[in-house]
């Protein structure tokens, strides 16, 4: 199937399947003209790699643990980096949170105001409030 085929398909845009070629996440074959045939098989393949990216690992990590998902052997190191992933999501997810109860706390405020209870700063009336 051509690339506008392939793109259609998946739902991405030719663009961002021509930049899974040059990053090595995804191979296509090439026409006599110079155009891009990929195999059925592509679609499952950029659907992974979509879900990959969500998961918020790096193109140069997904193109490491392609060939170990292919080969359905994930390696120590390569579960090591999986692993620094997880935690470094687990942190940010920890830092998302407490923005979260922030800006709750401020819409209270807004929609509520009290004077004599205002804080000094809302990480203190996050905190007290907890």
């Known amino acids: 199937m051509r690339i506008g085929e392939l793109a259609e398909q998946v739902n991405v845009s030719t663009r961002a399947l021509r930049y899974y070629e040059e990053q090595g996440l995804l ?9 891009r045939v990929y195999p ?4 499952d393949r950029v659907r992974l790699i979509q879900e990959l990216y969500t998961a918020g690992l790096s ?26 992933e997880r935690a470094n999501l687990d942190a940010k997810l920890a830092e ?9 706390l401020l819409i209270e405020l807004a929609t509520h105001p ?4 205002c804080p000094s700063s809302l990480e203190q009336a996050v905190t007290t409030s907890v």
């Open 96 to 104: 998302l949170q407490a923005a979260g109860r922030r800006l709750d």
């Open 114 to 117: 009290d004077a004599a209870s």
């Open 27 to 35: 191979q296509s074959e090439r026409t006599a003209s110079g155009q």
């Open 59 to 84: 193109s140069r990590l997904i193109v490491t643990l392609l060939p170990a998902i292919d080969a359905r052997r994930i390696g120590p190191d390569l579960l090591d980096r999986l692993t620094t």
């Open 40 to 43: 059925q098989s592509a679609v």
